[in-house]
Nanobody
Framework: QVQFVESGGGLVQPGGSLRLSCAQLERSTNHYFMAWFRQPSGKEHELVANINWNADVTYYPDSVKGRFTISRDNAKKVVYLQMTNLTPEDTAVYYC??????????WGQGTQVIVSS
């Protein structure tokens, strides 16, 4: 079963930046498409970015486009999410996973991001 460990979250003021990291614990081959998701309190998971193996294909929804950047280090099996110009609407628990999601994803603990003054 695929396992990921997310880190790098925290409390940041509006307009601030954070860099999230996602480490893959599984020993098997890197997954071709990886993604970051977030889950605001009381809401469903939503996609915020994905990236292919070569990092030459990325996708961002309009809500984060121009502010978030996804990247990956295949040798280290780590996926990053650089977030800038954060707003309170970005407050959520952030998770990484393969993309597209399996029918029953086994979510990790995620990393909490709180944007507040």
């Amino acid at each position: 079963q695929v396992q990921f460990v997310e880190s790098g979250g925290g409390l940041v003021q509006p307009g601030g930046s954070l860099r999230l990291s996602c480490a893959q614990l599984e020993r098997s081959t890197n997954h071709y498409f990886m993604a970051w998701f977030r889950q605001p309190s009381g809401k469903e998971h939503e996609l915020v970015a994905n990236i292919n193996w070569n990092a030459d294909v990325t996708y961002y929804p309009d809500s984060v486009k121009g502010r978030f950047t996804i990247s990956r280090d295949n040798a280290k099996k780590v996926v990053y999410l650089q977030m800038t110009n954060l707003t309170p609407e970005d407050t959520a628990v952030y998770y990484c996973y393969t993309f597209p999601l399996p029918s029953r994803p086994s979510w990790g603990q995620g990393t909490q991001v709180i944007v507040s003054s």
